[in-house]
């Protein structure tokens, strides 16, 4: 195929690459209590989620191939090549050791194997699980092989399969009414809903995936750059589509079971408890295999990255295998604290990851008005980056009462962990202004 023409057989292979890079076995676990929380609300709710959890990762990767590097921390040179730095390496250990990929231990564990441990066990069984779980992610990590992608390229159908016999039968012989909505959900279920949508941790992994992404779509033979990022623009609506009706489906999932199940802790023990109903326990050790095998690869794809990553930044003064290492040791210590409980831990960063990476996207995407100009850039990543550290100590409580009363007076949207928005355009405001004063 001619690198300057498009055609459907090129945009959908790249469209279903996309998607396996976004739809990571973890990511179907957070749609189904989403739903259980926002009951009657789901529409407003799944609509945030989708904003947050899908559309920002696609653009993350869009803006990557419209900046024209390989390299994540180009993102946010005009703000400081050390800023740069540090964003991208909190990012790569947010999605790395920090939660994702401990994440995955615990995803596979409790939609997995925690139905079959008797009472009382858990934790030890989670520790023996954990243990195998993360000696084989090291081993394949520093050992790759073709075999593991060919497992990826078979399990990721078959869990959609799975997944779409449990929603079929959802939809036919629903577990009971929907219930109203909570918390939250009963009062701003659009911007809890996108809030939720960081779990994902997608929008992160844009920026260190993004390079791989590019690179496989020129690897299919697309050299000229308005070809490669059209590409990426329709492969991504397409993905995004996959993903919101799986998404949508899910959610539909969980606002269903409340009344069966009661209110779930986390969508592992809930797509469990559902598949056995629907699927009895055959459909279940199905599952299990299947979820097992989709949360070792994407394991073992976050750890040979992160590694990798960090190989370069250091300049190879430590080896790749020691990176390996280490990141599998850290993330068998993190992932027996429990999923529910990484979930939590998790929140806290992510509020201040999140605001800091969405303005940078955005940044990078109106590169035609802001033209990657300091003056603009470093203003808004100040404030921004300042509002995203008080909200995340907000969700911590570590803010003072009076604080959040005066900030919720002046600031708009920060009562609802939207404080960062107004700082963001009054810094890129101050940024035009200090362009058009100093400019000759």
Known sequence: MSPNKMSMSLIIPVS???FSFFFGAGNFIFPPILGQNAGDSM?????????????????GVIAMALNRSDNPESMANPVHPYYAKAVIIICSLTIGPFFAIP???????DTGILAFIPA?????????YSFLFFVLTYVLSVNPSKLLDHIGKVLTPMLLTCL??????????????IQPSVGEFATIPFFKGFVEGYNTMDLLASLLFGAAAINAIEGRGILDHKILTKVCIYSGIIAASFLMVIYGALTYMGATSVALFGMME???????????HYMSWGGKIILALIIFFACLTTSIGVTSSVSGYFN???????QYERYVAAICAFSFVVSNVGLSNIIKISIPVLCMLYPITIVLVLLNLGNGIFKRDPKIYRPAMTFTTIFAIIDSLR???????????????YIPLYSIGFGWVAPCIAGILVGFVWKALTSK
Do not use: D, H, W
């Not at 989620?49 to 920002?56: A, D, M, P």
């Not at 986390?266 to 056995?276: D, M, W």
């Open 164 to 177: 779409a016999i449990l929603i079929a039968c959802v939809i036919f012989k629903p577990m009971g009414e």
């Open 43 to 59: 529409l407003p709710a799944i609509i945030g989620f989708c904003i947050s959890g899908v559309g920002l990762p696609l653009t």
């Open 312 to 318: 370069i930044v250091f300049k190879e003064k430590i």
């Open 103 to 109: 994440r995955t231990a615990a995803v596979s564990f």
């Open 16 to 18: 279903l690459m996309l």
């Open 395 to 409: 969700t911590l409580g570590l803010t003072s009462e009076g604080l959040n009363t005066m900030l919720s007076q």
């Open 266 to 276: 986390n969508g592992g023990q809930l797509l469990n408890l559902i598949t056995i």
């Open 120 to 128: 009382g066990y858990e934790s030890i069984a989670l520790a023996v």
